[in-house]
Each structure stands twice: as structure tokens, then as C-alpha cells.
């Protein structure tokens, strides 16, 4: 649903547009119930920490789509604990 009011809906691409813009104050807000189900987030999260900004922990029962899909943290899909302890670890 994110694609209606931003360029940057994937990990893959916010890494991209740092590249291109290259400025030491631009950084990545991750939101995990749009982002924490990217399968490529997990495997690199660690190694890119230092990226991140900011983090909007968030959860979802199913893919965000037109209809919200949020709930609890902890009762959804998005794998929460395993993002924060990439991110502690990245963050060391």
C-alpha cells in the first residue's frame, strides 16, 4: 500500500538512492510492518545498521494491502524479535 505515497517501498531500493545521494545525514526510517517482511531484510539487516535512522516497530497479521493488517506487536507475521537483535548487533 506504501507504493501510492512513496518511491522507496523496499530495503534494496533505500540502499540504492543512499548511494546515488551520498550524504552523511541520509538514512534509512525502516518500518517493519511495510519492510520487516522483505526475506532480504533478515540477511543483511545486520551489516546495514548503521544506515538506519530510526526504527517504527510495527506489526501485521497479513501483507499491507488496501485493508489495515496491523496488530499487537508480537501477535503478528513480522519477525520483531529477530530484527531488533540484527539491529543490536549491527549497532556494536
Do not use: F
Not at 517501498?9 to 520487516?36: N, P, W
Not at 488496501?66 to 513480522?78: H, T
Amino acid at each position: 500500500c506504501a507504493q501510492r505515497w512513496t518511491m522507496v517501498t523496499q530495503v534494496a531500493e533505500s540502499l540504492e538512492l543512499l548511494e546515488e545521494i551520498q550524504h552523511s545525514r541520509l538514512k534509512i526510517a525502516l518500518d517493519t510492518y511495510h519492510m520487516g517482511r522483505d526475506e532480504s531484510l533478515l540477511a543483511r539487516l545486520e551489516s546495514i545498521a548503521s544506515e538506519i535512522a530510526v526504527v517504527h516497530l510495527a506489526a501485521g497479521r497479513g501483507q499491507p494491502d488496501e485493508d489495515q493488517q496491523r496488530c499487537l506487536l508480537g501477535e503478528g507475521r513480522v519477525p520483531l524479535n529477530d530484527i531488533v537483535a540484527a539491529l543490536a548487533a549491527g549497532a556494536r
